[in-house]
Nanobody
């Protein structure tokens, strides 16, 4: 039974940083794609980036390249999202996602907003000015 559990959200001042964590439970594939996206109230899902557990650099959307960084701890099945220089417009529910299909971890899938197969419930980040 696959489960993704995010943590690390909270209230942060603008200009600050936050590191979100996502623990992946129950994934039986050797390699899979992990990613982060966010969704603000009343807005559509916004992709941030993806990374393969098999290695390689993360993929990011153009809007995320400057302030967002995805990393992973393979031994612990954890994927992280570091956000620096937070802005009020970063206020959103942040979700991690997973997908066993190799095609999910491509620039094309990220940039065409192809949803990943599994997602967690999210962790809320609120940025105050």
């Amino acid at each position: 039974h696959l489960q993704l559990v995010e943590s690390g959200g909270g209230s942060v001042q603008a200009g600050g940083s936050v590191r979100l964590s996502c623990i992946v439970y129950g994934f039986s594939y050797d390699n899979y794609c992990l990613g982060w996206f966010r969704q603000a109230p009343g807005k559509e899902r916004e992709e941030i980036g993806r990374i393969s557990t098999g290695g390689g650099s993360p993929y990011y959307t153009d809007s995320a390249k400057e302030r967002f960084a995805i990393s992973q701890d393979g031994a612990k099945n954890i994927v992280y999202l570091q956000i620096d220089n937070l802005k009020p417009e970063d206020t959103a529910m942040y979700h991690c996602a997973a997908d066993p299909k190799p095609a999910a971890c491509t620039n094309y899938a990220l940039r065409t907003n192809v949803a990943m197969e599994y997602r967690g419930k999210g962790t809320l980040v609120t940025v105050s000015s």
